[in-house]
């Protein structure tokens, strides 16, 4: 029986609908038949519960939320816009590790809003994801999370700063390792330029994957079972660039700028200390 709120709100999707719509401001009756694309019969009644029940009121011609329905509207649009971004992608999600997304983010995941997933087909494994190479290459300024070595990846951030692009790098030591020993002149390029940061971060072999651009943000987050697979959700929202350049500032901060790998040396790992 529909005698509490709760039932109220969530065992209907019309009323759920009308309040989600109302938060943006008072609306008329065809106003919310045409932004729910129903029928006046379908959703009379629904508005009809919803002022019974005090989460709505009407003036003259306008309905609009009363003070406890902007209340449950307020609270409940973050579930079902996290409902929706995990839903759009559930099994990219049940097989990450989201743990390596620090809680007061992954608490704001419903900042994403539509994403799709992207990855390299099986004919193309050893090239780079031709939708992050072309947003890349659009983007005015980038921030990126790498922890995984691609032979490309050297000269083709350093194609992306040398179009006087602010580029900044995260790399795990031994991902740093390989740039320096088979790249050291496209790394000491990238290093010495104005526009550029390159940053290594210890202990961090398993960060996500991360571009945080002004245009787009994409993540990768390793899988649970098996190797890394370079499959990214990728987004193009205000929110989520927002959120992606969250999650690339907390990874900066645990990380340490390098600015001559000259100077730079590996920590070795096989000593311990007396």
Same mark, same amino acid.
């Given at each position: 029986?529909?005698n509490?709120?709760?039932?109220?709100?969530?065992?209907?999707?019309?009323?759920?609908n009308?309040?989600?719509?109302?938060?943006?401001?008072?609306?008329?009756?065809?106003?919310?038949?045409?932004?729910l694309?129903?029928?006046?019969?379908?959703?009379?009644?629904q508005?009809k519960?919803?002022?019974?029940?005090?989460?709505?009121?009407?003036e003259?011609?306008?309905?609009?939320?009363s003070?406890?329905?902007k209340?449950?509207?307020d609270k409940?649009?973050?579930?079902?816009?996290?409902?929706?971004?995990?839903?759009?992608?559930?099994?990219?999600w049940?097989?990450?590790?989201?743990?390596?997304?620090?809680?007061?983010?992954?608490?704001?995941?419903?900042?994403?809003?539509?994403?799709?997933?992207?990855?390299?087909?099986?004919?193309?494994?050893f090239?780079?994801i031709?939708e992050?190479?072309?947003?890349?290459?659009?983007?005015?300024?980038?921030?990126?999370?790498?922890?995984?070595?691609?032979?490309?990846f050297p000269? +083709?951030?350093?194609?992306?700063a040398e179009?006087?692009?602010?580029?900044?790098l995260?790399?795990?030591?031994s991902?740093?390792?390989?740039?320096?020993?088979?790249?050291?002149?496209?790394?000491?390029?990238?290093?010495?330029?104005?526009?550029?940061?390159l940053?290594?971060?210890?202990?961090c072999?398993?960060?996500?994957?991360?571009a945080a651009?002004?245009? +787009?943000?994409?993540?990768?987050?390793?899988?649970?079972?098996?190797?890394?697979?370079?499959?990214?959700?990728?987004?193009?929202?205000?929110?989520?660039?927002?959120?992606?350049?969250?999650?690339?500032?907390?990874y900066?901060?645990?990380?340490?700028?390098?600015?001559?790998?000259?100077?730079?040396?590996?920590?070795?790992?096989?000593?311990?200390?007396?």
């Amino acid at each position: 029986m529909e005698n509490s709120l709760l039932d109220l709100v969530l065992l209907s999707e019309k009323r759920k609908n009308v309040l989600l719509l109302l938060l943006e401001g008072p609306k008329d009756i065809e106003t919310i038949k045409k932004a729910l694309n129903a029928s006046a019969t379908s959703v009379q009644p629904q508005v009809k519960k919803l002022k019974e029940k005090h989460l709505i009121v009407q003036e003259k011609d306008l309905y609009r939320l009363s003070e406890i329905g902007k209340i449950v509207a307020d609270k409940m649009k973050p579930l079902v816009d996290t409902l929706f971004v995990l839903e759009e992608n559930t099994d990219y999600w049940a097989d990450r590790e989201v743990s390596y997304i620090p809680s007061f983010l992954l608490r704001r995941i419903n900042e994403f809003g539509h994403c799709t997933t992207i990855e390299p087909q099986i004919d193309h494994m050893f090239e780079m994801i031709p939708e992050y190479v072309k947003n890349t290459e659009n983007a005015k300024k980038l921030a990126a999370a790498i922890p995984y070595f691609h032979p490309l990846f050297p000269s +083709f951030y350093l194609k992306i700063a040398e179009k006087e692009v602010p580029v900044s790098l995260i790399l795990p030591e031994s991902v740093l390792k390989r740039w320096v020993e088979d790249y050291r002149e496209e790394t000491e390029k990238f290093i010495k330029m104005e526009n550029t940061r390159l940053f290594v971060c210890a202990d961090c072999e398993r960060l996500p994957a991360i571009a945080a651009a002004d245009n +787009f943000m994409a993540m990768a987050l390793f899988p649970k079972n098996t190797v890394f697979d370079r499959k990214y959700v990728i987004c193009f929202e205000p929110g989520a660039l927002a959120w992606g350049k969250e999650l690339y500032d907390y990874y900066e901060r645990l990380s340490r700028q390098i600015n001559d790998i000259n100077n730079y040396t590996m920590p070795d790992r096989t000593k311990t200390e007396v």
